[in-house]
């Protein structure tokens, strides 16, 4: 055995020959365990109680979660309370442990995802009600009511930012177009009103997208002297600036806002010739993709020729795979055992590298179904800080 391992072997050893590990090794194996597992790990001894609670341990497990072990969180939409799963890297599904709060749920519905935050509405009330949760920690923060009613429409929009270490919901009033924005900050747990003199004749047709500590919907201009033109509107989580940006000349009008390697992109289909299947288009920004300058962007774009049927509705990208939800689809059966119960659901994922294609079942019913990137985190939803990589 050399000198430096030997010197090693005696580091890990304390007087009457008692096992020992330096606790940068201790940190680095606890970090890489689900969070089920560091919760009961919490009452082995006091020293990793503390530790598992420390802001730099938070934010190391979240970094490697983020890197090693993503999933995709899938909300269902039925007649019974909020049902949610999640598909691992795996491509196992299991279902979401609800909190006693989030289980009495019946209308609500997830507006976005970040860090292992989930923000949900409650579409029962107008203007709807948000709350944040952690379900990989249990733990449920209400929101402050701030209007009893409200009669034109509302648009959400939830996100985190790393030069602020603060996470923000963003509430958009519209009566034809935008005539009130609200936004609420996790750190000071407060709402108030911003100014938005440059969303004059816009309109939201979409939940927002988080890229980077910027929010972006997909929105329609209507001002009467150019006529009606689609728009991306961007709204700085840090400055709680908002800005409007040309839609992409590359890009379909009928495409989807999306997140893809860390930049804004947009995802669209077509059908191919007169059969009933379906081209796939994603759009990325490349230079200029935070809008953070206002100038006009650059779109690299992939065309990916599937064999997924025309009837789709585009999800999200995760794990560099397009997820697209299919109704009408006994499992993974197939096209020719496709079946007439439109609440049978699919999921449909393309590889945008190698154009595999992978499909999955969804247990049981749908009317709808969303789907969104997720991370288990111990982010707690008290005071916030969040240190960036």
Known sequence: MCSSQSSAMKQMLVAGDTPFLPE?????????????????????????NNLIKTQSFIADHLHHSTHQN????????????LCLYLLDCH???????????ISSLVCARIIGSSNGLLCLADYRRCPPSPLLWNP?????????????????????????????????????YELIVICQVEVYSLSTGSWKDIEFENLGGVSLVSHAVTVNGVMFWY??????????????????????????IPWPASASYSGKL?????????????????????????GV???????????????SKKYIRSSCPFKLHLGAIWRDQIVCVVFGLPGVSSESEMANDESKVGLYLFNVTTNECKRFAIPGPSFHVDVFNYVESLVPLGNIHIEEH
Not at 143 to 169: M, V
Request: one cysteine or more; charged letters at 20%; aromatic letters at 10%.
């Open 136 to 172: 990989a920690i249990r733990e449920v923060r209400q929101l402050p009511i701030t209007t009893d009613h409200f009669e034109g429409e509302c648009l959400l929009g939830f996100g985190f930012s790393p030069i602020i270490n603060d996470y923000k919901i963003v509430r958009v």
């Open 258 to 282: 999306a997140t893809y390697e860390n930049k804004l992109a947009t995802l669209s289909h077509s059908r191919i010739g007169n059969s009933q299947y379906s081209c796939l288009y994603l």
């Open 285 to 299: 920004m490349e230079e200029g993709g935070t809008g953070s300058s206002g100038e006009r962007w650059n779109s």
């Open 70 to 81: 993503p999933s995709l969180l899938i909300q269902q939409i039925r007649t019974n309370p």
């Open 219 to 244: 929105g329609l201009s209507l001002e009467m002297s150019i006529g009606n033109t689609y728009v991306i509107v961007s709204f700085d989580i840090a400055s709680e600036v908002f800005r409007v």
């Open 24 to 48: 940068e090794i201790i940190t680095n194996i606890l970090k890489r365990l689900p969070v089920k597992s560091l919760i009961r790990f919490q009452i082995v001894c006091k020293h990793w």
């Open 91 to 101: 491509m196992q599904f299991r279902e979401v442990e609800k909190a006693p709060l």
